[in-house]
């Protein structure tokens, strides 16, 4: 019903079902369970539900399933599979679909958890685990095996907004026959072509730019309906990862305006990154949409704009990027991203806190890095406040 519908038609109405009472906004289905009409109707719906019949909200949610479709129709994908957190999505992918044995390929740069899940967990289960540089088309070619089951990477790599060519990375894994698993969190469903590029299984932390607001936890794996119904619903529906409704009606209410919001902080983004581009005290300016950027063919072909997250390396080090930090008056020190509020994050000694030296180092997490998620407030009031802050850091 929403294939023929334009992007932002498909954000406000995609997936909405309506109740008896006809009601303008989506409905919370605050409940765990769902009556039958008789001990016939209750057997029927165990043997085989439909799309609009539930059994039990661990399984499934009319809210639940108005926000999976919904962004299913976004993403251009058959079908959506909704978790709680976006590491829920994450573990689900993979675990759903792997077994003792099988051989993944994955590139380093990657989410302290997801980084968890792929060194620690799947190995001890048996998994082997071989890590590239992403950004290096030589070093997939030689990793992906004839027996390599999936491939796994961050298509814009935090904190250093490194890019993964999804097309050719999927090429290579589909070549002998791996599924290919992009976490496309960076890149946001707005600028994500993932599935069209030739992902497989595309999936987000909704905690992001989906709710965009900062309210809650939430993920989603998007991919085939075959793999959703056939590999991911029996894993995730037995393990507990299910979604609140409450949480599905909040990031419906994010999906209405996430098209206006992300483009506004994309736009934002590139102002702020060709303002800051060689002013004083800054070693480098990491933004995709920037010229200077080493992937920026790839960026604009891949996702057809920068995004909302810069990466600033401050050349006094670690003393100057406190003193930037603490000199910033309307963006806020934390660790979310995609917030309608300018998020700043020292990933050195928070996010990436625990990480070895010589792997910070590798991955480019020097002391002076902060990353920058653009918010929604005004570009000229956020330029002034960053600048000021250099100029205070020295
Ligand atoms: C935040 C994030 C996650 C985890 O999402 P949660 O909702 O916090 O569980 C996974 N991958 C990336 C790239 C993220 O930024």
Redo the contacts with the bound molecule.
């Keep these: 019903m929403t294939r023929d519908w334009n992007r932002r038609t498909k954000l406000v109405h995609g997936g909405t079902r309506r109740s008896q009472y006809g009601e303008v906004s989506e409905a919370i289905f605050l409940t765990q369970g769902f009556v039958y009409d008789s001990a016939e109707a209750a057997e029927a719906r165990f043997l085989s539900a439909g799309a609009d019949e539930f059994i039990y909200a661990r399984y499934g949610n009319p809210t639940v399933a108005m926000f999976e479709d919904r962004i299913a129709a976004l993403e251009g994908a058959e079908d959506a599979f909704a978790t709680a957190?976006?590491?829920?999505?994450?573990n689900g992918a993979l675990t759903a679909m792997l077994k003792a044995g099988d051989h993944v390929v994955s590139s380093r740069a990657?989410?302290g958890?997801?980084l968890y899940i792929l060194e620690e967990v799947l190995t001890r289960y048996g998994v082997e685990v071989s890590f590239v540089d992403g950004a290096d088309m030589d070093q997939w070619r030689a990793a992906i095996r004839p027996d390599t089951k999936a491939v796994f990477f961050?298509s814009l790599s935090?904190p250093t907004l490194e890019l993964v060519d999804i097309k050719s990375v999927s090429e290579l894994a589909h070549a002998v026959g791996a599924t290919v698993i992009v976490?496309n969190?960076?890149a946001t469903p707005v600028y994500s072509n993932a599935i069209a590029q030739g992902a497989d299984v595309v999936?987000y932390?909704?905690?992001?730019h989906i709710d965009g607001q900062g309210r809650v936890?939430?993920?989603v794996i998007l991919g085939t309906r075959e793999f959703i119904r056939k590999t991911v619903e029996p894993y995730m529906k037995h393990t507990g990862g299910a979604m609140s409704p409450f949480t599905a009606w909040v990031l419906l209410k994010g999906l209405e305006t996430i098209d206006l919001r992300v483009r506004a902080q994309a736009a934002s983004a590139q102002a702020i990154a060709e303002a800051l581009e060689g002013a004083e005290g800054l070693a480098r300016v990491i933004y995709p949409g920037l010229a200077s950027h080493p992937q920026h063919d790839l960026a604009t072909a891949q996702m057809g704009a920068g995004g909302t997250l810069l990466a600033l390396d401050l050349a006094g080090g670690q003393e100057a990027a406190f003193r930037f930090l603490n000199a910033i008056e309307i963006g806020v020190i934390s660790n979310?991203?995609g917030d309608a509020k300018t998020i700043l994050t020292h990933p050195a000694t928070t996010t990436h806190q625990r990480l070895p030296d010589d792997q910070k180092a590798a991955l480019g997490i020097g002391p002076g890095l902060v990353r920058l998620s653009v918010g929604l407030e005004d570009t000229d009031d956020l330029i002034a406040d960053l600048t000021g802050a250099l100029a205070k850091a020295g």
């Design positions: 957190s976006g590491m829920a999505a994450v990657l989410f958890s997801c961050e935090n976490d969190v960076f999936v932390s909704a905690t992001k936890l939430g993920g979310n991203l």
